[in-house]
């Protein structure tokens, strides 16, 4: 075989390579929460959990919604807010009594992993009679949840915009629900990317309308969304719903998660790490809560190898514009996974990672990064 044959052979190679891992990993892999995530703990300041009552033009009545606001919470501040939606069966305290929302979110900003916001758990049925009793899938209730989409544009916003000090701006407000809720997020996110620029949908329902319909205009969200979630139990049989969003998502180049938690259904499992996850992700490009600018960003970056070639070991680094789960792995050429280098969540910064390589042959071998939206590959040459 002549030098010429080997060298269009392995370019070719490395070519399918790439393409072969770029194709191979369409899901982020977010990791179970840790133990405690979820556990109230006495030793930590608190947040407030309210509830207020607001009046509805679109429904002609008074209606409630629960109000998480964040520890040391302070008029004096401004903040972000994030719209919390229920499931078909629930009512605006179902997160409140079953996925203690308030507890993971205290538990985060001990953590200092939130940027501050607000949290706002409604009713997500828009009707007179909004309690989640008899037949709950009779077809006026289901209505109501469409139209919800108004009861929350033209009177629960601007309630919460009057009533509260939050910050105003689309970059400043976020939407997530589950199943139902998590259809009426998609929907009503991506339809009105002027009001929401981060959206988060867990086990999204039946409701949640087809790709196309709902991502009419691809480049459009593109442009405006900063975050899109959509993650899903991979025993949930509603989970074609999310696949075919992903799929159509992926094939328009639109920038989204796409999380699956390993053997869970439809269940409060998928919800709380949904809620555990997007948390953390959402709001980190708006600026503190009192100047409400947003900030500059830097590029993600994932740097060529230093030496390469090289006989033993390597020195790979990265950075980070925000705070995010970053993984990177290292590859052959045939997309086989030889090792992760990183698989956690890291603050905004610059990294170097040291690779040892002195258990693997020579020969070309390819590292990628995923980390938010970005994705890169590069390659390096192993030489003993």
């Known amino acids: 075989m002549n030098q010429r044959f080997s060298f269009r052979i392995m370019w070719v190679l490395i070519c399918w390579g790439i393409l072969f891992i770029n194709g191979y990993s369409q899901t982020n892999e977010f990791p179970p929460p840790p133990s405690g995530y979820d556990l109230y703990k006495p030793n930590i300041p608190h947040g407030k959990v309210t509830t207020v009552t607001y009046y509805s033009t679109t429904v002609g009545v008074d209606r409630q919604a629960l109000i998480y606001t964040p520890p040391n919470y302070s008029e004096q501040n401004r903040y972000n807010v994030l719209y919390l939606l229920h ?10 009594n079953y996925g203690s929302p308030h507890i993971i979110l205290d538990n985060l900003y001990a953590e200092q992993k939130l940027e501050p916001m607000i949290v706002v758990l409604p009713n997500g049925r828009a009707m007179v009679n909004d309690d989640a009793t008899g037949d709950i899938f009779a077809p006026d209730k289901v209505k109501a949840f469409e139209t919800f989409e108004w009861d929350l544009l033209h009177d629960l916003i601007p309630f919460i915009d009057s009533h509260y000090p939050v910050l105003t701006g689309r970059e400043n407000r976020a939407i997530a629900g589950l199943s139902m809720g998590g259809g009426q997020a998609l929907n009503f996110g991506l339809a009105h990317l002027d009001t929401f620029a981060w959206v988060g949908a867990f086990s999204p329902a039946p409701n949640t309308k087809a790709p196309a319909t709902l991502v009419p205009n691809p480049a459009a969200v593109r442009d405006s969304i900063f975050q899109l ?12 719903i999310s696949q075919q969003t992903h799929d159509y998502l992926l094939q328009y180049n639109v920038p989204h998660i796409y999380n699956l938690v390993e053997g869970a259904g439809h269940d409060w499992k998928v919800w709380k790490y949904g809620l555990y996850h997007f948390s953390q992700l959402i709001f980190k490009q708006t600026s503190s809560t009192v100047e409400g600018n947003v900030r500059s960003v830097i590029d993600y970056e994932l740097s060529q190898n230093y030496p390469n070639p090289f006989n033993a070991g390597t020195h790979i680094s990265y950075r980070l514009p925000e705070a995010s789960y970053v993984t ?12 992760t280098l990183v698989n956690e969540f890291k603050p905004q910064g610059h990294y170097e990672i040291q690779f040892d390589a002195s258990n693997l042959a020579s020969g070309i071998y390819l590292y990628k990064m995923q980390a938010g939206f970005f994705s890169e590959t590069k390659k390096f040459l192993l030489m003993k």
């Open 87 to 96: 499931g078909i069966g629930g009512d605006e305290r179902e997160w409140y």
């Open 229 to 240: 979630w959509i993650s899903c139990g991979t025993n949930d049989g509603l989970l074609f």
């Open 328 to 339: 990177i792995k290292i590859y052959n050429l045939l997309g086989q996974e030889i090792t």
